[in-house]
Nanobody, 127 residues
Framework: QVQLVESGGGLVQAGDSLRLSCVAS????????MGWFRQAPGKEREFVAS????????YYADSVKGRCTISRDNAKNTVYLQMNSLKPEDTADYYC????????????????????WGQGTQVTVSS
């Protein structure tokens, strides 16, 4: 099992920045793809960004491309999501997700059951 704990969410104004963090424990995540999803009130959970297990490629949803950067620190078992120029439509609970299978990347179409999930951190962007 992999346990994931997110942090860094909060209430900010439009145009502000936030950096979300997700610390993994349990099994190693060094060779696992990592990423973020979000779920806004009344909406389905959606893909935000992911980083391949090698750390060499990133994938972003069109809605955040150019405003968000995903990165990882394997020494700290941590994945980050830097979010800039936040918009009210970015308001959501943000969930960290790590691939269950080693050496397996994922993007927007990853089945929920193929990932370990954190409990989420809330981001609220006021206009």
């Amino acid at each position: 099992q992999v346990q994931l704990v997110e942090s860094g969410g909060g209430l900010v104004q439009a145009g502000d920045s936030l950096r979300l963090s997700c610390v993994a424990s349990g099994r190693t995540v060094t060779n696992r793809a990592m990423g973020w999803f979000r779920q806004a009130p009344g909406k389905e959970r959606e893909f935000v960004a992911s980083l391949t297990w090698r750390g060499s490629n990133t994938y972003y949803a069109d809605s955040v491309k150019g405003r968000c950067t995903i990165s990882r620190d394997n020494a700290k078992n941590t994945v980050y999501l830097q979010m800039n120029s936040l918009k009210p439509e970015d308001t959501a609970d943000y969930y960290c997700a790590v691939a269950r299978l080693l050496y397996t990347d994922y993007a927007s179409s990853a089945p929920s059951g193929s990932l370990y999930w954190g409990q989420g951190t809330q981001v609220t962007v006021s206009s």
